[in-house]
């Protein structure tokens, strides 16, 4: 195995256990795991981690649940630069047919001149197609962002809620053998 495996598999490991022994209910770990996946699910890519830590102040200061910001931190990993462009290629794919239905057709004069004219200008994203393509992809975040949010809500709630369980079973079998050691 090369040794670039092992050292993300090994920092993969810490960010798991991290994120595990967290402070905090489970719910609040699972919360803001789900904002940091649905932020990581939109087009803000640079912006995703400063978006995700001032959402989770926010729902902190203006509800009474307060999200992990660590948890949410980690949760916007979800989108990085190797896994960005399958992201949000399949946010486009799944939120242009509904921005298409959403925009206004453009006016014939915006058409390309002619049918076997190749123009480079063509090729780039400027007026109605960039419209579309922004919108396609806003629209494809959202919509993969609900459900993945939620999903990883599930999930990070169940794994939190088993590792503080086992914790607090070690903690109590620790304390029973502390009691029976000096009194035998």
Same mark, same amino acid.
């Given at each position: 195995?090369?040794?670039w495996? #092992?050292v993300? #598999?090994?920092k993969? !490991?810490? %960010?798991?256990v991290r994120? *595990?022994?967290?402070s +905090?209910?489970?719910g609040?770990i699972? +919360?803001?795991?789900?904002?940091?996946?649905?932020i990581?699910?939109?087009p803000?890519? &640079?912006l995703?981690l400063?978006l995700?830590?001032a959402?989770?102040?926010?729902?902190?200061?203006?509800t009474?649940?307060?999200?992990?910001?660590?948890a %949410? %931190?980690a +949760?916007?990993w979800l =989108? =990085?630069p190797?896994?960005?462009?399958p992201? @949000? +290629?399949?946010c486009?794919? $799944?939120g242009r047919? $509904?921005?298409?239905r959403l925009?206004p057709?453009?006016?014939?004069?915006?058409?390309?001149?002619?049918? &076997?004219a190749?123009?480079?200008?063509?090729?780039?994203f400027?007026?109605?197609? %960039? *419209?579309?393509v922004g919108l &396609?992809?806003? $629209?494809?975040g959202v919509v993969?962002g609900?459900?993945?949010a939620w999903l990883? @809500?599930? $999930?990070t @709630?169940?794994?939190v809620? !088993?590792h503080?369980?086992d914790?607090?079973?070690r !903690?109590?079998?620790?304390a029973? &053998? *502390?009691k029976l050691?000096?009194?035998a």
């Amino acid at each position: 195995m090369s040794s670039w495996w #092992k050292v993300a #598999k090994r920092k993969l !490991r810490r %960010a798991r256990v991290r994120l *595990l022994r967290g402070s +905090g209910a489970p719910g609040e770990i699972a +919360g803001g795991m789900a904002l940091g996946l649905f932020i990581a699910l939109l087009p803000v890519m &640079g912006l995703q981690l400063p978006l995700a830590l001032a959402a989770a102040e926010l729902v902190r200061r203006l509800t009474h649940f307060q999200p992990s910001r660590v948890a %949410a %931190a980690a +949760g916007v990993w979800l =989108n =990085n630069p190797v896994t960005a462009a399958p992201v @949000y +290629g399949l946010c486009y794919l $799944i939120g242009r047919p $509904i921005a298409h239905r959403l925009l206004p057709a453009p006016p014939p004069s915006m058409m390309t001149a002619g049918a &076997g004219a190749f123009e480079l200008s063509a090729l780039s994203f400027s007026g109605p197609d %960039a *419209l579309e393509v922004g919108l &396609g992809l806003v $629209i494809g975040g959202v919509v993969l962002g609900v459900p993945t949010a939620w999903l990883g @809500y599930r $999930i990070t @709630y169940g794994m939190v809620s !088993r590792h503080q369980a086992d914790r607090e079973q070690r !903690r109590a079998r620790r304390a029973r &053998g *502390l009691k029976l050691a000096p009194g035998a």
